[in-house]
């Protein structure tokens, strides 16, 4: 009776790879030979091996690339939140203004990246009435 194989590792590497069909690897890994995960992994164990593994550094690199990101993003946005005058070296100030419905309506580390990009204008035009307002109050007072 033949063993049955689980292909767990394949599938869960492919699903973390947007894009990626499981034919056209399976195809390019077998040389062209065959479309088949089964006979890929019965007929060429290396090249089996090897596909798992350029997956695995496609993923890795993928998951760097959206931590880097990440950071990038957390980092642009305290630094609006401290022109805005929130103290940034305090999480809970922090994350209380975060967590107001007006700003994003929960604390920063629960953002993802798209909504940490929708946030950045949102905090652009709050820093841009503030100036306003300082400009225009500026000038009342000149003019008093």
């Known amino acids: 009776m033949a063993q049955k194989v689980s292909h ?32 890929l992994y019965k007929r060429y ?7 798992l593994a350029a997956m695995q550094a496609e993923v890795n690199k993928h998951t760097q690339n959206r931590t880097i990101e990440t950071k990038e993003l957390r980092s642009a946005i305290l630094h609006r939140l401290q022109k805005h005058g929130v103290n940034t070296t305090d999480w809970n ?9 007006r700003i994003a309506g929960k604390r920063l ?5 798209e909504e940490m990009r929708a946030l950045i204008p949102k905090l652009e035009a709050i820093l841009r009435k503030d100036r306003e307002k300082c400009e225009s109050e500026q000038k009342l007072s000149q003019c008093n």
């Open 109 to 113: 580390y629960e953002l993802t990246n």
């Open 93 to 101: 100030c922090v994350n209380r203004f975060m967590e107001q419905k």
């Open 8 to 39: 767990e590792r394949f599938f869960s590497l492919l699903k973390q790879m947007p894009g990626a069909e499981k034919e056209s690897l399976v195809l390019q890994f077998s040389g062209m030979h065959t479309s088949s995960l089964r006979e």
């Open 45 to 51: 164990p290396e090249e089996y091996k090897r596909m």
